[in-house]
């Protein structure tokens, strides 16, 4: 699945210095080489005089008129108490006089962290954790694969040969994975124009034509709406992502999520806390953001949301932030004056930042199935949207509604929550998803 959030060019992007040689760490190795008050070693030349002191009291000692004179010699003597320079000895320890010169750091290697990994050991635990996600993308899909692909291979094993019957049986299945009638209408044309051409002779080709038909209609909805966020300058900042949708559907949730992702991938969030409608929104919002340490601007209930939304684009511009993540009120689609609301608020994020809101996505939950796929019907109408987040993935085995979305709406679907875990929100990727519907 690659990276999950990614706006800046690749070379910009990830800062690991992967092909510069660390050479601040081969600095004090020059600096060692340069510290000749290590050989102070000279300085026990004062030592010297010592030879003199002791002749003078041996001289003392044995003549037996210098018994007196010994009030006077204890002045010299206690002069070389300048032997504590010999003390210090251990001070330089020649250890340090001599120290092994420190290796320069291989070009190829990363200090990221404090750690140094190598680029293989990067690129093998990014592999490892779109690995990760992928087998959670298939774990998550499995109640619609079992009502899909396993009531295919059911009907399959019962019949020899492609006839209307069969035809029949394949337009039930997938209505009730919720691909929709017109959508399930479309593939069953393509289906028997390819019976009529001799290109679908058996169950496998009917099979792998179902696939290849489902999977071009998610890629043609990529057309349209917002498929990447590369799509917008990096010199346009910040990046203005406004979610919308009705409540229940896991709209607070989603922000959370994308909060987390985004800011894992070295960006700095702000979340704007637009939804001043419903009491308990901004507490919500609040949770997930000190969750996920992301900051959060709000105001009391009641509040104008588009002078919420003014006061983050300023505050997300003071901080130089990458990306504002804008929730709003859960407007129910048949609230007229809730959605001008909306339009307000793109218009005033429109004033503050070029081409602002950059994303408007619609959370819709994949339970709801064709009842969600007419709410973001009305939303298209109003709000905007440019592409949608599809949640509860896995608490349903009606996943196509993921098809009839792409195929009526021409948007694509950004991301699909499969879990509820703070990492449990996925890019969608429309090969991934048809192959996990086939067990592939």
């Known amino acids: 699945m690659g990276l999950f959030w990614r706006r800046k060019k690749e070379d910009q992007f990830v800062s690991l210095r992967l092909n510069e040689p660390a050479v601040k760490e081969e600095t004090p190795v020059k600096e060692a080489a340069l510290q000749p008050p290590v050989a102070e070693a000279p300085r026990a030349e004062p030592a010297k005089p010592q030879p003199d002191t002791a002749r003078a009291q041996a001289e003392a000692s044995a003549s037996p008129q210098t018994l007196e004179p010994p009030a006077v ?13 010999v003390t ?15 290796p320069s750091r291989s070009p190829f290697r990363s200090s990221v962290l404090g750690l140094d990994r190598s680029i293989e050991e990067l690129q093998a635990e990014e592999a490892a954790l779109e690995q990760e996600f992928s087998t959670r993308f298939r774990r998550a899909v499995a109640a619609t694969r079992e009502s899909l692909s396993e009531k295919l291979d059911t009907v399959f094993a019962s019949r020899k040969q492609i006839d209307d019957e069969l035809l029949d049986e394949l337009e039930e299945i997938l209505i009730a994975a ?16 390819g ?21 071009n209609i998610l890629q043609a909805s990529e057309r349209q709406g917002v498929a990447s966020e590369t799509s917008v300058p990096e010199t346009v900042a910040p990046y203005v992502m406004m979610i919308v949708g009705v409540n229940g559907v896991g709209k607070t949730t989603t922000i959370g999520k994308l ?30 953001a000190e969750r996920t340490g992301v900051p959060l601007i709000q105001q009391k209930q009641g509040t104008d949301p588009a002078a919420v939304l003014f006061d983050s684009l300023k505050a997300a511009k003071a901080r130089g932030s990458d990306v504002l993540i804008v929730d709003t009120a859960g407007r129910l689609h048949t609230k007229s004056n809730l959605m001008s609301e909306l339009e307000k ?28 796929l007419e709410q973001a019907r009305q939303f298209l109408k109003v709000a905007g949207v440019t592409g949608i987040v599809l949640t509860k993935l896995d608490g349903t085995a009606k996943g196509g509604i993921a098809v009839a979305i792409a195929r009526e709406l ?22 991934q998803y048809v192959n996990s519907l086939f067990g592939n």
Not at 195 to 215: C, M, V
């Open 73 to 85: 010699t204890p002045s010299p003597v206690t002069l070389p108490v300048s032997p504590p320079p």
């Open 88 to 102: 210090p000895r251990p001070e330089p320890p020649v250890k340090q006089a001599t120290p092994p010169p420190v």
């Open 178 to 193: 919720d691909i929709g009638v017109s959508t399930t209408l479309e593939i069953l044309e393509t289906v028997r124009r």
């Open 195 to 215: 019976i009529a051409r001799k290109q679908i002779n058996d169950l496998d080709a009917l099979k792998q034509a179902i696939k290849d038909e489902l999977l």
């Open 259 to 288: 909060a987390q992702r985004i800011k894992a991938e070295g960006n700095d969030v702000l979340i704007c806390a637009a939804d001043t409608f419903r009491a308990a929104a901004s507490d919500q919002l609040a949770i997930w």
């Open 345 to 372: 608020m793109k218009r005033v994020a429109g004033r503050e930042v070029e081409g602002a809101p950059h994303e408007t996505l619609l959370v819709v939950d994949a339970v709801t199935g064709q009842n969600g």
């Open 410 to 431: 021409n948007l694509p679907i950004r991301y699909a929550g499969i879990g509820e875990k703070v990492d449990d929100l996925v890019v969608f990727d429309p090969h």
